[in-house]
Structure formats: structure tokens, C-alpha cells
């Protein structure tokens, strides 16, 4: 009888080895840009499988449209855009971060005081890391 239940909790550590279940965190979502420090605004749609449980801009940005409450958002920031982190997410499972996606629908120059939307994104891309 001894000899079954050390089998059976060999059997059961072997099997939950490496299943530590659901690791919470920060998931950064990264901007590359081709005109670094000139833009000042970006419009940002954010999916995720579950709403982050917090979202945050990246240092010197401002944050509109949140608190994000939906699996899909659309977000605006403002501030002097840099190659970078552009945003964090509080999530529940940071190994879930291929579920993530950031797409980029617009940005804007600084331009007297004011913004100029750019006619074309090509250079920019954003990337959702751990």
C-alpha cells in the first residue's frame, strides 16, 4: 500500500513539474518609430484575450480614452513619441503575451503648438513584449 501512494505522488509531481499555472505581470508594448522624437500624438488599438488590469503610458506620455474595461481598445497618447515603451499592461498571465496585439492607426507630428497627422505608417510598427 506504501509503495502505491509513493508511486502515485511520483506520478503526480512528474506530471504538475513545470505546470506552474498563470503568472501575472507586466506586458510592454513597444513602438519603433523612423521619426523619433518629432511625433506627438498616436491613436493605438490594444486586443487581449482578458481587459488588462491596468494600463499605463510610458514615461513623459499621457494617456486618453482609458481606463481600458474591454478585451478591445482604442487609446490615445500624447507626448514626445520615441523609439520605445509607449505603454505597460497589468495582465494575469504574462506568458499569454503572443494573445496581445498593439496596432497602430494613426500618428501626428508636432507642428506649431498643434499636430499633423502623417499621411503614411511605414516605418512604425508596434511589438507587445514581457
Known amino acids: 500500500m506504501r509503495r502505491a501512494r509513493v508511486a502515485a505522488g511520483m506520478t503526480l509531481l512528474v506530471t504538475c513539474k513545470g505546470n506552474t499555472g498563470p503568472t501575472a505581470g507586466l506586458l510592454r508594448v513597444n513602438l519603433t518609430t523612423p521619426n523619433s522624437g518629432l511625433d506627438g ?20 506620455l499621457a494617456l486618453w480614452g482609458g481606463p481600458v ?10 507626448g514626445t513619441l520615441s523609439t520605445g515603451t ?6 494575469d498571465d504574462v506568458n499569454k503575451v503572443s494573445q496581445y496585439t498593439a496596432t497602430l492607426q494613426q500618428v501626428a507630428a508636432t507642428s506649431g503648438g498643434g499636430f499633423l497627422v502623417r ?12
Not at 474595461?69 to 500624447?78: D, G, H, S
Not at 509607449?86 to 495582465?91: A, C, F, N, S
Open 41 to 60: 500624438a498616436a491613436v493605438v488599438v490594444l486586443s487581449a484575450p482578458l481587459a488588462p488590469g491596468a494600463v499605463t503610458p510610458g514615461a513623459g
Open 69 to 78: 474595461t474591454t478585451a478591445t481598445a482604442k487609446v490615445a497618447l500624447t
Open 86 to 91: 509607449i505603454l505597460t499592461l497589468q495582465v
Open 119 to 130: 499621411p503614411s505608417l511605414s516605418g512604425y510598427s508596434l511589438a507587445v513584449t514581457r
